[in-house]
């Protein structure tokens, strides 16, 4: 375990069928590899002692033996190792044979964990051999030692209690109840499958599917191990199909018809807090028998499991322009609901930045939608001291493209003689800053009443995080549409659009390379003088911040590791470590800016909406929450 993660594999080995000793010695290299790379929890398929097309040897006493005998030699391999392993091995319990998860580790036989949906239609005829182990509650002795036999055991970390590991074995999935509802309920938020699926057309697929969704209705990892190489071809072929899941996404595959391991490490923390973020999670105290485990913590520990920089962003090129796409849609099509309903037009301020330029655009497919003009949108920019020469160039520039008028009001002289009538002191401070953005609100909320139209805000879910915003400046709107967009993502849904719609292309790429700025502060010689990410850092790290401590309530010691380990070479340390400070401390003293935000939809997983799924006091304090 390293910051609540647990590193686990699925194995395939190639066996030789019937023979367990031989399948010992290929078990233990791959154990003796496993442990090689730290890996915690390894699984191996069904039945990988003797082979699971054993037919009819199933019932010699000389294959059982020879399983037991493998068991307990792969067992002494496993002797001061922490590492828990789970094999597939027929089992006799009261004169009746098994299909069998037998847990080791440290030398120690822990349980045996029986097969419950025993399949005897099409190529199977597992009720020729096997017995369904559901109901049975016992025990088995092996070398004079007993083990519990039990479909209900539970292998629970000693120290921790989130780490609860219960298996079951490939058809136990298949079924309409399968057992990992009531292992899940009882407390395991890792389950494994030992399993022996033949591959057939289609069968992979649907295979991932029931793993994929089964992790993700129980928010619970997901182990599978399929047998491969060694069974028998005369009627069917193993794939050594190997998936662990993670919560309801795929987190590694293994390829098809190779044998081997797949690593990945497992985020007990996000599970725990998924369950408890969902609150209809079901709970009961079940019959399960619990068995402790023990891991222990490795400072030595690398993870394989690799995390995106922009974790709001599909990391898929492929799909990247789908996700764009509806998006867009859905926000214009709640803005064109809301113009309809409240039978108003969009007023919109645009500066020439990233966000209300997607606004806008967002405004114009809302138009298209409902059928208007879009010269009927209401759109202004407001030059003041700060305003660049390269913003107000593609504020006309996006007109032109997008075919509407943006008509131009500029604040200087408005400001300055507000600024006179409260006797400011004249120095570029934050009065001097906020009355800008408080001017153009203004105009924009005056413009609204005078034409009969609601202000669309232009703010993103990053500045809305950060209290990027002046209070009752750009901070208020009657709709805001980038409420639950970051940054981030802001940047990809407009490049999207460029490359989607060619008019719209040289512009939106000018845009998209225009420095981030609130530009409130005088320019120099024309260019921008104020950048927000020299002040605040860089939104790629905050927005990956955000989506760790929001989304899956990380706390800022293992958001600085997953930030270390997703930037290595990117960002030094010490400027990853400064920005999360910036982000902590801006988050929890600007909850009262979020307390009375603007009605916009939720688009992704995560929104700031009072109303929604961020409610928090204004008063919260943030001093266990730092570094």
Request: glycine letters at 8%.
């Amino acid at each position: 375990m390293k910051n609540g993660f647990l590193k686990a594999a699925s194995a395939s080995p190639e066996i030789k069928l019937a023979n367990p000793p031989s399948n010992a010695e290929e078990i233990i290299k791959i154990i003796n590899k496993a442990h090689s790379l730290g890996i915690e929890l390894l699984v191996f398929p069904e039945m990988c002692i003797s082979g699971y097309t054993c037919g009819e040897l199933f019932l010699s006493d000389s294959l059982i033996k020879e399983s037991i005998a493998a068991i307990q030699k792969i067992s002494l391999s496993l002797k001061n190792k922490e590492m828990l392993v789970f094999i597939g091995a027929p089992m006799l319990f009261n004169g009746k044979l098994y299909s069998c998860a037998v847990s080791l580790q440290g030398g120690n036989i822990l349980g045996i964990v029986p097969k419950t949906a025993i399949p005897g239609y099409g190529e199977f005829y597992e009720p020729r051999h096997f017995s369904s182990g559901k109901g049975i509650d016992g025990k088995i002795i092996i070398d004079g030692k007993e083990i519990p036999f039990s479909a209900d055991l539970i292998f629970k970390d000693a120290e921790n209690e989130s780490i609860k590991i219960a298996a079951e074995i490939c058809e136990d999935l298949f079924i309409p109840d399968p057992p990992s509802i009531k292992h899940a309920k009882a407390g395991a938020s890792i389950i494994v499958n030992l399993s022996a699926s033949n591959e057939v057309i289609g069968k992979s697929s649907y295979r991932k599917t029931l793993i994929k969704a089964q992790s993700g209705r129980l928010s619970c990892a997901y182990i599978y191990a399929s047998a491969g190489k060694g069974e028998s071809v005369s009627d069917l072929i193993f794939s050594a199909h190997r998936i662990i899941a993670e919560n309801g996404v795929i987190l590694a595959e293994g390829k098809l018809f190779e044998s081997g391991i797949t690593v990945t490490d497992i985020d007990i923390q996000r599970l725990m807090f998924e369950r408890r973020r969902l609150n209809v999670f079901e709970t009961e105290i079940c019959a399960h028998k619990m068995i402790d485990v023990h891991f222990s913590e490795n400072p030595k520990m690398v993870l394989d499991r690799k995390f995106s920089q922009t974790p709001f962003v599909p990391d898929r090129k492929e799909i990247i322009s789908q996700r764009a796409e509806i998006i867009l849609q859905m926000q214009s099509r709640a803005l064109a609901d809301r113009l309809e309903r409240t039978k108003t037009e969009a007023v919109i301020g645009v500066s020439g930045g990233l966000d209300s330029c997607l606004a806008l655009l967002v405004i114009v497919r809302s138009y298209e939608i409902l059928k208007r003009d879009r010269r009927g949108i209401i759109a202004v920019t407001m030059p003041g001291p700060g305003t660049s020469v390269k913003t107000l160039s593609n504020v006309s520039k996006l007109a032109e493209a997008l075919e509407i008028k943006i008509d131009e009001i500029p604040i200087l002289d408005a400001v300055e003689r507000h600024l006179k009538d409260i006797k400011h002191s004249g120095n570029k401070d934050i009065v001097y800053e906020n009355a800008q953005a408080r001017e153009r609100s203004q105009i924009l909320m005056d413009l609204a009443n005078d034409r009969g139209g609601i202000v669309v805000g232009t703010g993103d879910l990053s500045e809305i995080a950060l209290g990027w915003n002046t209070y009752n400046g750009d901070h208020i709107s009657m709709y805001g549409v980038n409420a639950s967009i970051p940054k981030t993502l802001v940047k990809y849904l407009v490049s999207n659009e460029a490359q989607r719609v060619e008019k719209y292309r040289e512009v939106l790429n000018d845009i998209l390379n225009t420095e981030i700025s609130p530009e409130l502060l005088p320019a120099k010689n024309g260019s921008i003088s104020q950048k927000t990410e020299d002040i605040i850092g860089r939104y790629i790290l905050h927005d990956f911040f955000l989506y760790y401590f929001v989304r899956f309530g990380k706390n800022p010691k293992d958001i600085f590791f997953l930030a270390q380990e997703a930037f290595k070479g990117v960002f030094p340390k010490s400027q990853i470590e400064k920005t999360l400070q910036i982000f902590i401390n801006r988050f929890f003293k600007n909850q009262f800016k979020r307390n009375c935000f603007p009605d916009g939809i939720k688009v992704g997983t995560i929104s700031l909406s009072p109303r929604g799924d961020w409610r928090m006091p204004s008063e919260a304090c943030e001093d266990i929450w730092q570094l």
